[in-house]
């Protein structure tokens, strides 16, 4: 009788391959598996998506995918002794004339942020991109409006990035609020793409330009005096001018642009 080898089964045979991931990907492998090749062995018959998710790479994070040098998609199968190079998002590059990924890459800059991320959401909102977020929103929502409204999540939860509905997401490496600010502007190259005080910090609403004579009774005629420029939320009835804060936070900006 002839006996079945260590890597044999009923299903299917193991047979090796060798993983290469790059840049940012790395945060979610072991440490002796980062920025380096490495064999890993699977039964076959097996596609590229299946050997990242068993990896523990979410999928949303994932860009380009490269077999012995090809461009191939997440249904792309797998053979004995293929080389798999794996590349994060690029949303600052187009890479839409190369990549098997995804359809095409996220051009009006829009995000839904998760629970843990109240702070950052109003930074990118100060900055003027819209950002969708609640304290109480949950994972099911956050993917639904993702995918109905084309936006990037923005989360510290992997499992969420690791559902197979995600197509945009990105994890937020940073726990402190101003350099998680500043890995996102860097991490999709937002500079461009800055319209600061354009929208409201609280509800996420375009705000409006007003003149002084329709904001008279909203604020003290002290700031009233000192103030010429108003802006103003018609959803949760804010206002906005020029003070101290703005000060403070516009010298922000320019150091991140800078």
């Not at 009788?1 to 044999?8: A, D, G, H, L, Y």
Request: charged fraction near 30%; include cysteine; charge should be positive.
């Amino acid at each position: 009788m002839n006996k079945k080898t260590p890597t044999e089964n009923n299903k299917g045979i193991k047979k090796e391959m060798t993983f290469r991931f790059y840049a940012e990907l790395n945060d979610f492998l072991p440490p002796h598996r980062k920025q380096k090749a490495f064999v890993q062995a699977f039964k076959t018959p097996i596609s590229v998506r299946e050997t990242i998710e068993s990896l523990g790479i979410p999928l949303s994070e994932v860009d380009l995918i490269r077999v012995n040098d090809l461009s191939v998609g997440f249904n792309h199968k797998l053979k004995e002794g293929d080389y798999i190079s794996v590349f994060p998002v690029f949303e600052s590059i187009d890479i839409s004339t190369i990549t098997k990924v995804r359809k095409s890459a996220l051009r009006n800059t829009l995000f839904v942020v998760d629970a843990h991320l109240g702070k950052l959401a109003k930074y990118l909102r100060m900055l003027g991109f819209d950002t969708l977020y609640r304290a109480d929103i949950h994972d099911k929502e956050i993917i639904a409006v993702a995918k109905k409204e084309r936006r990037i999540i923005l989360t510290r939860d992997k499992p969420l990035l690791r559902s197979k509905e995600v197509s945009h997401g990105y994890f937020v490496r940073s726990i402190e609020k101003h350099e998680q600010l500043r890995e996102v502007v860097n991490k999709f190259d937002l500079k461009s793409q800055f319209r600061s005080f354009t929208r409201c910090m609280t509800c996420n609403t375009p705000l409006i330009k007003a003149d002084k004579a329709e904001i008279q009774d909203k604020v003290d005629k002290e700031i009233s005096n000192n103030f010429k420029v108003f802006y103003y939320c018609p959803l949760c009835d804010k206002l906005y001018w020029e003070g101290s804060h703005f000060k403070r936070m516009e010298a922000y900006i320019r150091k991140l642009i800078e």
